[in-house]
């Protein structure tokens, strides 16, 4: 069933044409991803899905009743007070009627047979309008939202809403969204402020969902689980593709060919009627001469594929190679205001390592970064950069960027010897022309500053590169073209991000911070990503078997009661039960040794140190098979146990 038709919409502002000819259907349970470059119409989208904006032409047909849940960059949590109060906002009048039931409820118990037929029938009233529309279950799905993003419910119904970082403010405004009743989700990145395992908790609980979903995402990883539709703003217009965002990369390079292929084609055939005409207007031929080229004059004209024309131009060198120990770290510990975020940390650091720095948010990341960069005291150890270094730091909140100079001072100053043309080339190659040049960074939207710290970068160099989550304003193309230049940079890269795709296609070292330690990975993120998965899944498998054993042992002990209870009449009865209570005995005893080892290689599995050696992944491969066969003995034993205990 269509939920929304959007046909051959067009907006414009003025002179100004933002999209057109924009068609598309969305139908229910579809999950649509919007992809396009920074100012290229996607949140107006969004406004004209809505109904905020209303089209220059065409029209927008919705499914009638159809319920929207909008996450907005912008977060507003009206007169919530705590983060539990906010995120269950959605469910504020059932919350109402849940504490009008409870009065109720107890008013009916002061008056006991005195109740008239009019109270029994409100209550009775509010009672099934509070199960139909869910008041036993939104107490769960809100808990549920909030310990997916991070949130402690518990805590959440206490937490006050002022103390709650900018980060954290971006999760809980998603939660609200999420728990939301509604038909429709449109999401405005939503993982801009979420870590690695919240966005893949996030993935998991949209593509279970039954609402339809509308995204807009930089985050390709993310774009590649979860939607099965993209619709790519280019060029003012849109292009709709089925499939996933892999199948989106591949389906649009074909149709660029095809449309470049005609363009070319087109081309040769008005160049040959365009010679044709000139040769032959004056001459014996003028008659068909003429009639070409009114034919020519009416023929519609084909467009040269939109490519990366705009998209930033970014290219990293090194003015020096540099000493082969970049960073080196002896025993460090980092500390904010006497609460430890990194404990005895060492490791070193080689020339031409591309290491990504991972971890929950709030973990210590962007702190042990200012450390290196000695903006922050070490609360212990030793933490020095190598002779010959000499770094480039891309902060995430991007205060490097001087807020009282113009992009072309900004320029001109880093390059004073360069002339007028050369500082607008170097602007231009980041999409800063025209006036533009003159603003000030103050004046620039996230993904312009992001541009404007990258062409600082440019300029400077540098040997090692402290990249601090640098593709969070970044739109595809962008990211894109950052991902190309740092795989062609010959220095060194420490790179905190959450985006799974940059990480993937660069890291050949994964630092993974997490409960204050850091487990340094020497292997590209995808290898690191199957190694933890992997420790998950038997961790899990030792949980699981753990509870299991603890159940079983909690059954045996009943059942030997009852046996007890019961007791025996003869003498062969007596000798038989005491040689199947030693065997079971025995078996027990098998069973605790069974569980002691379980728990044994499943611990030494969990182990961050497994990891560091050279023969980790080795040795997790072994301990794993010894883990499987320690399990499948000790289903044998408990089999056996039940065998003894009928």
């Known amino acids: 069933m269509t939920q929304i038709s959007v046909s051959n919409v067009a907006v414009e502002f003025g002179a100004t044409t933002l999209l057109k000819d924009v068609t598309f259907t969305v139908a229910a349970g579809e999950r649509w991803g919007i992809v396009g470059r920074n100012g290229s119409g996607k949140t107006t989208l969004f406004q004209l899905i809505t109904g905020e904006r209303a089209p220059t032409r065409g029209a927008i047909a919705r499914q009638q009743g159809l319920r929207l849940a909008l996450l907005?960059?912008?977060?507003?949590?009206?007169?919530?007070?705590?983060?539990?109060?906010?995120?269950?906002?959605?469910?504020?009048?059932?919350?109402?009627?849940?504490?009008?039931?409870?009065?109720?409820?107890?008013?009916?118990?002061?008056?006991?047979?005195?109740?008239?037929?009019?109270?029994?029938?409100?209550?009775?009233?509010?009672?099934?309008?509070?199960?139909?529309?869910?008041?036993?279950?939104?107490?769960?799905?809100?808990?549920?939202?909030?310990?997916?993003?991070?949130?402690?419910?518990?805590?959440?119904?206490?937490?006050?809403?002022?103390?709650?970082?900018?980060?954290?403010?971006?999760?809980?405004?998603?939660?609200?969204?999420?728990?939301?009743?509604?038909?429709?989700?449109?999401?405005?990145?939503?993982?801009?402020?979420?870590?690695?395992?919240?966005?893949?908790?996030?993935?998991e609980y949209l593509r279970s969902a039954g609402e339809t979903v509308i995204v807009v995402s930089h985050d390709r990883a993310f774009l590649d689980r979860v939607v099965d539709h993209v619709l790519h703003l280019e060029a003012g217009s849109a292009f709709a593709y089925a499939g996933s965002y892999s199948?989106?990369?591949?389906?649009?390079?074909?149709?660029?060919?095809?449309?470049?292929?005609?363009?070319?084609?087109?081309?040769?055939?008005?160049?040959?009627?365009?010679?044709?005409?000139?040769?032959?207007?004056?001459?014996?031929?003028?008659?068909?001469?003429?009639?070409?080229?009114?034919?020519?004059?009416?023929?519609?004209?084909?467009?040269?594929?939109?490519?990366?024309?705009?998209?930033?131009?970014?290219?990293?060198?090194?003015?020096?190679?540099?000493?082969?120990?970049?960073?080196?770290?002896?025993?460090?510990t980092v500390k904010v205001n006497d609460r430890p975020l990194v404990k005895d940390f060492s490791t070193t650091v080689r020339r031409g390592d591309v290491v990504g720095l991972v971890g929950p948010n709030g973990a210590g990341k962007s702190t042990l970064l200012r450390a290196l960069m000695d903006e922050h005291a070490l609360a212990a150890?030793?933490?020095?950069?190598?002779?010959?270094?000499?770094?480039?730091?891309?902060?995430?909140?991007?205060?490097?960027?001087?807020?009282?100079?113009?992009?072309?001072?900004?320029?001109?100053?880093?390059?004073?010897t360069w002339g007028r043309g050369a500082v607008l080339g170097h602007l231009a190659r980041f999409g800063f022309t025209g006036d533009s040049v003159q603003r000030t960074s103050a004046t620039l939207s996230g993904g312009e500053r992001s541009r404007?710290?990258?062409?600082?970068?440019?300029?400077?160099?540098?040997?090692?590169?402290?990249?601090?989550?640098?593709?969070?304003?970044?739109?595809?193309?962008?990211?894109?073209?950052?991902?190309?230049?740092?795989?062609?940079?010959?220095?060194?890269?420490?790179?905190?991000?959450?985006?799974?795709?940059?990480?993937?296609?660069?890291?050949?070292?994964?630092?993974?911070?997490?409960?204050?330690?850091i487990t340094d990975y020497d292997g590209a993120f995808d290898e690191w990503e199957e190694v933890s998965a992997e420790r998950e899944r038997e961790a899990a498998a030792a949980a699981s078997a753990e509870e299991s054993a603890r159940r079983e042992r909690e059954r045996r002990k009943t059942e030997q009661a009852a046996v007890k209870n019961g007791g025996g009449t003869s003498r062969d009865d007596e000798r038989a039960a005491r040689r199947a209570a030693r065997e079971m005995e025995n078996v027990e005893a098998e069973i605790t040794r069974l569980e002691g080892r379980v728990a044994e290689l499943g611990g030494a599995l969990e182990d961050p140190s497994l990891y560091e050696s050279t023969d980790g992944t080795r040795r997790a491969t072994q301990l794993g098979a010894e883990l499987q066969t320690a399990k499948r003995e000790l289903e044998a034993a408990l089999a056996r146990w039940e065998e003894l205990a009928v």
């Open 452 to 517: 404007m710290a990258l062409a600082m970068i440019m300029l400077s160099r540098a040997n090692l590169l402290l990249l601090d989550e640098p593709t969070n304003h970044l739109d595809v193309e962008s990211i894109e073209a950052l991902e190309d230049a740092l795989e062609s940079y010959e220095g060194t890269v420490i790179l905190v991000s959450h985006d799974r795709a940059l990480l993937r296609a660069l890291t050949t070292r994964v630092w993974s911070l997490r409960n204050l330690r």
């Open 72 to 203: 907005e960059q912008h977060r507003d949590f009206g007169d919530a007070s705590t983060v539990w109060e906010a995120a269950a906002g959605p469910f504020a009048q059932l919350v109402e009627l849940e504490i009008s039931l409870a009065e109720q409820a107890a008013r009916l118990g002061e008056l006991g047979e005195r109740a008239t037929e009019s109270h029994l029938d409100r209550y009775a009233r509010d009672l099934e309008r509070f199960e139909r529309e869910g008041g036993y279950t939104f107490h769960a799905r809100v808990d549920a939202v909030l310990h997916g993003l991070g949130f402690d419910p518990e805590d959440a119904r206490t937490r006050s809403l002022e103390r709650l970082s900018g980060g954290e403010r971006g999760r809980l405004g998603l939660a609200i969204q999420l728990v939301a009743p509604a038909d429709v989700l449109l999401l405005d990145e939503p993982t801009n402020h979420l870590d690695i395992e919240t966005t893949a908790w996030l993935e």
């Open 247 to 332: 199948a989106f990369v591949h389906q649009r390079e074909e149709r660029r060919l095809t449309q470049q292929r005609q363009f070319d084609q087109q081309r040769r055939t008005i160049a040959k009627e365009e010679d044709y005409i000139r040769r032959n207007i004056a001459g014996q031929n003028s008659r068909q001469a003429k009639g070409r080229r009114k034919r020519l004059e009416r023929l519609p004209r084909l467009s040269a594929p939109s490519g990366e024309e705009g998209s930033m131009s970014l290219r990293l060198e090194t003015a020096e190679r540099g000493g082969d120990q970049v960073v080196v770290a002896e025993r460090v």
């Open 381 to 416: 150890g030793e933490l020095r950069i190598g002779g010959s270094v000499t770094p480039a730091y891309y902060r995430q909140d991007l205060s490097q960027l001087p807020t009282d100079r113009s992009l072309f001072d900004i320029i001109n100053d880093l390059r004073p």
